[in-house]
T-cell receptor, first 110, second 111 residues
Framework: DTAVSQTPKYLVTQMGNDKSIKCEQN?????MYWYKQDSKKFLKIMFS???????INETVPNRFSPKSPDKAHLNLHINSLELGDSAVYFC?????????FGPGTRLTVT | EDQVTQSPEALRLQEGESSSLNCSYT??????LFWYRQDPGKGPEFLFT???AGEEKEKERLKATLTKKESFLHITAPKPEDSATYLC????????????FGSGTRLLVRP
């Protein structure tokens, strides 16, 4: 299936831990994104990469670090997790303007 | 500041009862406006892109329209399977890649 995929789907961890979320797209798109969706369902952009180059870096704590090993993959590493990091994180990819989203990773920090 | 406001926050309809969802936006210039559908526990699913005032797009029971200040998503004779959260997003002219999302309208269609 052509799609945007994310792993894991659920992530439960304790404060202070470091965790990673992986994203892969096989749509052949050049641009990929990370979004955070909070409990009120607001989707807010965090990062964007175009052909492995970082092009959007919103006001996000530097505990969050994206990495794009190639244009089909965009991973998100989070250091020293805090309670406020609990949210659903979505990866997306885009051929031009419209964006196609992955299924999301629900992160719960206890 | 670029902003997107959706109303109502939640909408309950009887099956077959047509209605409209509103998306008001404030941007310095509009490159495009997007509608998405999001089911619980899933990622947003792309529905439509609108680029200029007066443009309309249709898909099954959904029709999206665009003016210079707002967009409407009209739902004609909805079915229970249309129940979802509908998200609106704008792509500002001064941003190559960034979408700004509204908080969505939660639609519940009762049989």
């Amino acid at each position: 299936d052509t799609a945007v995929s994310q792993t894991p789907k659920y992530l439960v961890t304790q404060m202070g831990n470091d965790k990673s979320i992986k994203c892969e797209q096989n749509l052949g798109h050049d641009t990929m994104y990370w979004y955070k969706q909070d409990s009120k369902k607001f989707l807010k952009i965090m990062f964007s990469y175009n052909n492995k180059e970082l092009i959007i870096n919103e006001t996000v704590p530097n505990r969050f670090s994206p990495k794009s090993p190639d244009k089909a993959h965009l991973n998100l590493h989070i250091n020293s997790l805090e309670l406020g990091d609990s949210a659903v994180y979505f990866c997306a990819s885009s051929p031009s303007y419209e964006q196609y989203f992955g299924p999301g990773t629900r992160l719960t920090v206890t | 500041e670029d902003q997107v406001t959706q109303s109502p926050e939640a909408l309950r309809l009887q099956e077959g009862e047509s209605s409209s969802l509103n998306c008001s936006y404030t941007v310095s210039g509009l490159r495009g406006l997007f509608w998405y559908r999001q089911d619980p526990g899933k990622g947003p699913e792309f529905l439509f892109t609108l680029y200029s005032a007066g443009e309309e797009k249709e898909k099954e029971r959904l029709k999206a329209t665009l003016t210079k200040k707002e967009s409407f998503l009209h739902i004609t004779a909805p079915k229970p399977e249309d129940s979802a959260t509908y998200l609106c997003a704008v792509h500002p002219m001064d941003s190559s890649y960034k979408l700004i999302f509204g908080s969505g309208t939660r639609l519940l269609v009762r049989p």
